[in-house]
């Protein structure tokens, strides 16, 4: 293998390097579309880790959102897992 690549003409190194890079630009691009598919762009995620124990560490404006994105991501995930188990359905 080491011969064959020393017999290679100068300057076909950058053609491996043009091939590389672009399979890392479609890996990329294949992850952000997985992610914005599958909802994981979402800034408002800080808020789930609260329950109503933390209520008095709160001030009424975090406690409300808290309770406004946890809502809005129960209503999600019964969204996912329905789509999952309809595809699974059609899988049959």
Avoid: C, H
Wanted: charged share 35%.
């Amino acid at each position: 293998m080491e011969s064959y690549l020393q017999s290679l003409d100068d300057g076909w190194s950058i053609y491996l390097w043009l091939v590389v890079g672009g399979m890392i630009i479609l890996a990329v691009i294949y992850w952000i579309r997985w992610g914005l598919k599958n909802e994981q762009f979402d800034e408002d995620i800080k808020y789930l880790v609260f329950d109503e124990g933390d209520r008095e560490k709160m001030t009424p404006q975090e406690y409300a959102k808290s309770r406004e994105v946890n809502a809005a991501q129960m209503q999600s995930r019964e969204r996912v897992l329905k789509r999952q188990e309809n595809e699974k359905q059609q899988d049959k």
